[in-house]
């Protein structure tokens, strides 16, 4: 059992794109003891910026389509924009930040996703060829534990962003969420390591419209009934089977809540928490 605790922290557009939540936040993060890491994605920045040059958002069963174009824009936007505003604030708020992609050190290799065939169940899709482009997905053996360990090591607090790569020379564009996991699971090897996701939720709510309704505990045998009955449904579902998998590899513990609940919701006493 390892001794040393590592918090893995997600957040997404919902606090990117508002200064004063993400502030708040920030101070928030920078307050939680230990060892800790912050990954984070792209909110609304990087499609108002690509409609704002003429490059259409392009989605398919909501999922982002990279082309290069996009590629570049959100790399701008991610990898520069956001993740360096992020560093210069946790700097200010006494954290010694470094904000890096999965280049960096080679610390998350990505392998570009191939084109998928749509199964004969795919509705309006059925039998069609998807490329989603330029987006990176992981395995097992992408995230170097070692090279994020010598940065925590060095007393520095990593600030991932949502740009990966493929050893190559190519960028890819990789959900932030399964970085998170993936990172959460390199690193549940060195340390006891639990993961939080934030989103503008309070957790898993039985009735989306009610924010008492909050699930306060989810075992992975579960989740296909609350799949079936509509409790967890749309952006929900990657997420919760991103946790699971983060379970079922090591890491001891993941959260999902509000973002200005974080310390409650790193403790477990705030949010859904995932069982094996």
Same mark, same amino acid.
């Given at each position: 059992m390892n001794n040393k605790q590592l918090t893995i922290i997600k957040i997404g557009g919902n606090v990117i794109d508002n200064s004063e939540k993400l502030h708040e936040f920030l101070i928030d993060f920078t307050a939680l003891p230990g060892d800790k890491i912050l990954v984070h994605g792209g909110g609304k920045i990087a499609t108002e910026l690509g409609e704002s040059l003429g490059i259409e958002t392009k989605m398919v069963e909501g999922r982002r389509i990279t082309d290069i174009?996009?590629?570049?824009?959100? &790399?701008?936007? %991610?990898?520069?924009? /956001?993740? $360096?505003?992020?560093?210069?604030?946790?700097? !200010?708020?006494?954290?010694? =930040?470094?904000?890096?992609?999965?280049?960096?050190?080679?610390?998350?290799? !990505? +392998? $570009?996703?191939? /084109?998928?065939?749509?199964?004969?169940?795919?509705?309006?899709?059925?039998?069609?060829?998807?490329? %989603?482009?330029?987006?990176?997905?992981?395995?097992?053996?992408?995230?170097? @534990?070692?090279? /994020?360990?010598?940065?925590?090591? @060095?007393? #520095?607090?990593?600030?991932?962003? =949502? /740009? &990966?790569?493929?050893? !190559?020379?190519?960028? #890819?564009? &990789?959900? @932030?969420?399964?970085? !998170?996991?993936?990172?959460?699971? @390199?690193?549940?090897?060195? %340390?006891? &390591?639990?993961?939080? %996701?934030?989103?503008?939720?309070?957790?898993?709510? +039985?009735?989306?419209?009610?924010? =008492?309704?909050?699930?306060?505990e989810i075992k992975a045998a579960e989740f296909e009934g609350l799949k079936a009955d509509g409790t967890v449904q749309g952006g929900m579902i990657p997420k919760l089977h991103n946790a699971f998998e983060a379970i079922k590899k090591g890491v001891s513990a993941v959260y999902i809540g509000k973002a200005d609940e974080l310390n409650e919701l790193a403790n477990g006493t705030f949010g859904t928490k995932m069982l094996k």
């Open positions: 174009e996009t590629l570049r824009i959100v &790399t701008m936007v %991610y990898a520069g924009l /956001i993740n $360096k505003n992020m560093v210069a604030q946790l700097q !200010a708020k006494g954290s010694n =930040a470094i904000g890096l992609t999965g280049a960096d050190g080679n610390i998350i290799k !990505a +392998k $570009k996703r191939p /084109i998928i065939k749509v199964s004969p169940s795919g509705g309006d899709l059925e039998g069609a060829e998807i490329d %989603y482009g330029f987006v990176g997905d992981l395995d097992d053996n992408s995230v170097s @534990a070692e090279m /994020i360990d010598s940065l925590l090591k @060095a007393g #520095l607090v990593p600030v991932l962003c =949502a /740009i &990966t790569h493929d050893g !190559a020379t190519q960028l #890819l564009n &990789t959900n @932030a969420d399964t970085i !998170a996991s993936s990172v959460a699971v @390199a690193m549940s090897s060195l %340390y006891e &390591t639990r993961l939080v %996701y934030c989103f503008e939720k309070k957790g898993v709510l +039985k009735d989306v419209n009610d924010d =008492a309704s909050v699930v306060r």
